[in-house]
């Protein structure tokens, strides 16, 4: 009679051991599934936004005047061109105080129209702060609120499907 009791015990373990084992690895693969979509939903959006902020009409419409290191004449570049070119060569000095830092100055290689050479052009920050502001405003006014959205959608579900797994298990 104990031996048997012992037996039904082991046996009643045995299976508790197998559900969770088996609760365990549906966990971990939900996990991972769900880190997998939160990290596709973060780099579809941010190679949306990219996208969406080359096209803007801000950029299209905005020029940049820089002023020649070498010869000291000012001239106007268009911002689609410096962002259809992101590669180009650039200092940038940079200064701040507190913990709030800030660019100062910022040059690119560019060829200067006036003296034919490629060489360090100054930027204007306040027209560079200006057309950087009316981009973000004209891209992030709709699409942070479909990125939070769906990222809540995303967390939700994780939420519904972690909870039903400890129900279930």
Not at 98 to 122: D, F, H, M, N, Y
Request: aromatic share 8%; charged share 20%; net charge positive.
């Amino acid at each position: 009679m104990l031996d048997e009791l012992r037996e039904q015990m082991l046996a009643e373990q045995a299976e508790r051991i197998a559900r969770l084992e088996l609760r365990n690895e549906i966990w971990f693969a939900g996990l991972v599934v769900w880190g997998v979509l939160l990290l596709g939903w973060l780099i579809f959006c941010s190679v949306r936004l990219i996208r969406e902020m080359k096209r803007s009409a801000a950029i299209q419409s905005g020029t940049l005047t820089f002023t020649c290191e070498t010869c000291g004449s000012m001239f106007e570049v268009s911002a689609t061109y410096l962002a259809n070119h992101p590669f180009i060569s650039k200092k940038t000095v940079r200064a701040g105080a507190g913990g709030i830092e800030g660019t100062v100055r910022l040059s690119r290689q560019l060829a200067c129209p006036t003296c034919g050479k490629k060489t360090w052009c100054r930027q204007d920050m306040g027209e560079t702060g200006q057309i950087a502001g009316n981009i973000l405003r004209e891209v992030l006014g709709g699409n942070i609120l479909k990125f939070l959205i769906g990222a809540a959608i995303l967390a939700a579900a994780g939420g519904v499907f972690f909870a039903v797994l400890n129900i279930v298990f």
